[in-house]
């Protein structure tokens, strides 16, 4: 008699398995597809280093009819609340010596989930500390742009 092939893997045998259908050949690829193209998870604000340090802050703001702006300088001054814990805004001095006042949109981020805050709150402190270079992305709004608030952040 003659032995049925076996799946090794599955240790099933092959013969008598019902054949795929074609709606099954068809549903599982659409099914990928579907899954592929859902919309993603909202982004992290943060981005880790390899030694689990902040390396990255981003989407810190709203736009709100703002326009992009960007900076590169040294933090001079860093403003915290009544708490001196949650940084609230920083002045940065730019090559020509210029300085601007940036704003730290506090409401947003207390609304972070525990995570999100926790790490968005240490990037904040350390990566923004006073003499730090930094390259900063912000929006610039009200008349004529001149209240900056902090979208992004890195270190140069």
Known sequence: MAEKPV?????LPLAGLPARSASAAIAAPALILALLSAPALA???FRLGP???????LGLATKDDCS??????VVVRRVFDQSEMNMTGLVIEEQ???RSHINIDTHLIEKMNMVDLSNVRRGLQTMLREGSKVELRVWLC???GR???LFGARRR
Request: proline share 3%; hydrophobic share 45%.
């Open 7 to 11: 799946n090794r893997r599955l240790m």
């Open 147 to 149: 209240v900056m608030m």
């Open 142 to 144: 009200g008349a004529a």
């Open 68 to 73: 992009a702006g960007s900076l590169r300088g």
């Open 51 to 57: 030694s689990g340090e902040v390396v990255e802050l």
């Open 96 to 98: 020509d010596g210029s």
């Open 43 to 45: 982004a992290s604000p």
